[in-house]
């Protein structure tokens, strides 16, 4: 009994201060307005549960008015999955949150397994056929500080760029907007979180996870952390910076 009790305080704790970064996030950022329809993409991951259930919870103390709507595509590099994941779904319906779930749909021409890059774009197309599906205005991804910080390092290392993940973005002619309100958020705050709510286990990794650009950087920060501790805050800020001084070129011109 004081075990629980000792872990709900704990939750309820941890619960308040990510709230709070978040609404730092969505304010900093101007991501959600009232009227919007948000599709909050589902993966089944840590991040993507912490996403739904902080958005979901500070819709009862928010300005703003607004409806989510999780959406979980089943699929990986390999292609759609054969079965549902069935402790997701049943997460779902206890917590009565609305759910759309569907196969991934994948053109028969397309080759499998797909890089990373292709799934992800294959991902994200879909993901915007059901936003607009649900009359959808909005989309929400779990990225949080740390995808900022190995996508700034990627650019860098492959790419020559000095440019990270935006934490708003706008598609398609102002029809989407697609938000992170995880960016000002460590991973390790979700992998705590993720164990005080007892969230379901996540599904299967795919194949391709460990042998990614993403990976590489990912262990690389890792390993380095304690030698160049200001490494993971350095990355995320000269990929907010390049970030902003490219949105600034764009709208002057």
Same mark, same amino acid.
Request: hydrophobic share 35%; net charge positive; proline share 6%.
């Given at each position: 009994?004081? !075990? #629980? ?11 308040? %201060?990510?709230?709070? #970064? ?43 008015? !607004? ?23 049943? %997460? ?13 749909? +994948?053109?028969?021409? @397309?080759? +499998? ?7 992800? %774009? ?21 990225? #949080? ?11 860098? +290392? ?12 706008? !598609?398609? #002619? ?14 390790? @705050? ?14 299967? @990794? ?48």
């Amino acid at each position: 009994m004081l !075990y #629980n009790i000792k872990m709900m305080t704990k939750r309820k704790k941890h619960t308040k %201060w990510l709230l709070k #970064n978040v609404n730092k996030a969505i304010y900093q950022y101007q991501m959600v307005q009232s009227g919007d329809r948000i599709a909050v993409a589902v993966s089944g991951g840590k991040d993507s549960l912490t996403l739904l259930r902080l958005l979901n919870l500070r819709r009862k103390s928010s300005k703003e008015q !607004y409806e989510i709507i999780a959406v979980h595509i089943s699929g990986d590099s390999e292609g759609p999955r054969t079965q549902v994941h069935q402790p997701l779904v049943d %997460w779902f319906e206890k917590n009565g949150y609305r759910y759309v779930i569907q196969n991934f749909n +994948l053109s028969p021409s @397309e080759k +499998l397994p797909m890089d990373c890059q292709r799934c992800s %774009w294959n991902r994200k197309r879909q993901l915007f056929e059901i936003a607009h599906q649900l009359n959808c205005n909005v989309v929400a991804f779990g990225h #949080n500080a740390d995808d900022l910080a190995e996508t700034t390092l990627m650019n860098l +290392l492959f790419q020559s760029k000095v440019k990270t993940i935006p934490p708003v973005s706008e !598609y398609f #002619n102002g029809l989407f907007r697609l938000i992170r309100p995880l960016v000002l958020i460590p991973e390790k @705050e979700m992998m705590k979180f993720s164990r005080l709510c007892k969230f379901p286990p996540p599904p299967p @990794e795919c194949d391709q996870s460990q042998q990614s650009q993403r990976f590489m950087v990912k262990n690389f920060i890792e390993e380095n952390h304690n030698r160049f501790p200001n490494m993971r805050k350095n990355l995320i800020q000269a990929g907010l910076r390049a970030q902003k001084s490219l949105l600034e070129r764009e709208t002057t011109r």
